[in-house]
């Protein structure tokens, strides 16, 4: 990778490509523009397996959890760095990811992880109406009131028709209808 001459070689700006240097690189070098080693999920699961029995992974790996770093986290960032290495696709990574959860979550249990987060945090609830109107009433009040004057008043409709609604009589279905033959 090229340096700039006007940077100092101590800068991290330094180590950056100089724009419209990907234009000139030798073609098929970065690990990106090369087919994955694996396209089979089975296949890369079970050296992946192979990685994470040993005892150092998995002394490592409770004391991840034991950290309080969620198994998914850890699952996530073993296929991250697979797929960055070229060793596998963001398809097979997506699809490894979850039995990776189980084992990580396995080896959590197994050491004895007390406190084990598996996931990461359950998205919040979707924003509820009364929420979203009492933000809008403090963020742009003028909007607020438009909002409001939108919304029909039932109060004030006349009570003698909604009387005259209630004691109507409601005609019968087509089922319930008796007929004369």
Do not use: C, H
């Amino acid at each position: 990778m090229a340096q700039s001459p006007f940077l100092k070689d101590s800068s991290p700006i330094s180590n950056m490509a100089i724009p419209g240097q990907s234009l000139t690189n030798t073609p098929k070098q970065a690990t990106w523009e090369k087919p994955a080693k694996f396209s089979e999920p089975e296949k890369f699961f079970s050296i992946i397996m192979s990685q994470v029995k040993k005892p150092t992974a998995r002394k490592s790996t409770a004391n991840l959890l034991n950290v309080g770093i969620s198994a998914e986290t850890i699952a996530s960032a073993m296929v991250m760095n697979a797929f960055t290495e070229g060793y596998i696709t963001p398809d097979v990574a997506e699809i490894i990811k979850e039995p990776l959860v189980r084992v990580v979550t396995r080896i959590g249990l197994d050491a004895g992880v007390s406190e084990m987060n598996v996931i990461n945090e359950m998205p919040k609830p979707a924003m509820s109406m009364e929420e979203s109107y009492d933000l809008m009433k403090d963020m742009d009040p003028d909007k607020y009131e438009r909002e409001m004057d939108k919304i029909p008043d039932y109060e004030e409709e006349d009570e003698d028709e909604m009387m005259a609604a209630d004691e109507q009589e409601m005609p019968e279905g087509f089922i319930t209808q008796r007929g004369e033959a």
